[in-house]
């Protein structure tokens, strides 16, 4: 019987990933559907798909006959599916913050990559005091357990340790003067689960 | 007030923002169409300096729900849709939902960056031209087509009744009518919906006695 649930996105990990890692967390099966990733121009199967798509991006999740676009918003799905999205109202309102706080540090993030060399370097100096204070705003909200909201595992913190993760494989001592952020990080990378899926994800550039 | 079923107790809620609608207005109007009590405060530029440090990520806006306190204007205001009934029915309108907010969110944000941001005035001219030439124009057709999708566009934006993403879409064309009064008549349903959510109960009192601002 085909899973319940087909993910389609570039081969890469960016937008998709977190969605990818609470199936993961969740020991949930899904379709992991990757369309090729050109690098530059589009490629001609991302030429066919996307006026098919409701907003013309990527990542999609198909269930139940509902194609859901925007990736934050497939991740919250997923998240709710697999329980991994608070227990009550407010700390569902709690996780989704944290969630906002991230993608905006990653879309500044993602700002000094792609525009103008104005643009960039514009974005480059913005980052120089947008991420300090987001680690020391973001290891507030952590607390020492490992966990930004109640006491157990959230998509918050799968959500963190995504983007932490990825910008620890360029500067390995970001976490260093952050010991919650440490322990959400830890937590998560020990979650049998995504650790499994780390190891067998295929390689791609970001 | 919402009665908390397990202590009967109404809860007590706070709003901190500025003065203006931004990127409160959507969570006002999500008050308003409920009826739900909320204390609206709008915080003076003097005061900010101090009153930033208080708040979790020194932003606004900021909804105080009996003192704990949630920033990040989408969040806030899927919150306050959650707990009025106008999130969604099932999980799936819940996520159909959020992903219609995202996208209004996206745009609004590209507009931010031409308003707010960009301080060369040949630039900001460049960049309001790109977004109403391309960026909304786009948008607004993925929109028209989804809104098409939902028995045929003559209600709301996701299932049977008023949700957050209907809020957030008003404050969006609020916006970009000020610039062009005529942006919507390409797009039929998406006029319609647009006096729809503007004569809700409850929205449409509050859109009366709103404190005018200009954004």
Not at chain 2, 115 to 120: A, G
Request: hydrophobic share 40%; with cysteine.
């Amino acid at each position: 019987m085909a899973p319940k649930y087909k993910l389609t996105y570039f081969n890469l990990r960016a937008r998709a990933e977190t969605a990818r890692l609470l199936f993961a967390a969740a020991g949930v099966e899904y379709e992991d559907f990757r369309v090729e990733f050109g690098g530059g121009p589009p490629s001609e199967q991302w030429k066919e798909l996307k006026p098919k798509t409701p907003m013309g991006q990527l990542p999609l999740l198909e269930v139940d006959g509902v194609t859901l676009c925007q990736s934050m918003s497939i991740a919250r799905f997923v998240a709710r599916e697999t329980g991994l999205d608070g227990k009550t109202s407010l700390e569902k309102a709690q996780a989704d913050m944290i969630v906002d706080a991230v993608e905006e540090t990653l879309n500044k993030i993602y700002a000094t990559m792609f525009g103008t060399d104005e643009s960039k370097a514009q974005a480059k100096k913005v980052l120089e005091t947008a991420v300090p204070e987001f680690l020391k705003n973001m290891e507030k909200l952590a607390g020492p357990d490992g966990h930004f909201v109640g006491d157990s595992l959230t998509w918050a913190d799968v959500r963190f340790f995504d983007l932490a993760s990825e910008m620890m494989a360029k500067h390995a001592d970001l976490l260093e003067n952050f010991p919650n952020l440490t322990k959400v990080v830890d937590t998560v990378k020990a979650n049998s689960g995504v650790a499994k899926w780390i190891a067998k994800r295929p390689e791609t550039p970001f | 007030g919402v009665h908390c079923g397990a202590c009967r107790k109404m809860s007590v809620y706070e709003l901190h923002y500025f003065n203006n609608r931004g990127r409160a207005e959507p969570a006002r109007l999500l008050f308003a169409a409920a009826g739900l009590p909320y204390r609206d405060i709008r915080i003076q530029s003097e005061q900010w300096p101090e009153y930033k440090l208080k708040l979790p990520m020194h932003q606004v806006p900021v909804l105080e729900v009996d003192g704990t306190m949630i920033c990040q204007s989408v969040a806030i205001a899927r919150y306050v849709a959650k707990v009025t009934g106008h999130a969604g029915k099932t999980d799936l309108e819940q996520a159909k939902v959020d992903m219609l907010v995202d996208g209004i969110d996206d745009v609004m944000t590209k507009k931010g960056d031409y308003v707010w941001h960009e301080k060369d005035e040949t630039r900001k001219m460049e960049k309001k031209t790109a977004f109403y030439e391309t960026t909304l124009p786009q948008f607004l057709s993925h929109f028209e087509k989804l809104l098409r999708t939902n028995n045929g566009g003559d209600g709301f934006l996701v299932g049977e009744g008023l949700t957050h993403a209907d809020a957030w879409f008003l404050c969006l064309a609020d916006d970009i009518l000020l610039d062009f009064p005529d942006i919507f008549s390409p797009y039929p349903k998406l006029a319609a919906l647009v006096e729809r959510i503007r004569t809700y109960p409850g929205i449409k009192e509050w859109l009366a006695k709103r404190p005018q601002t200009p954004f």
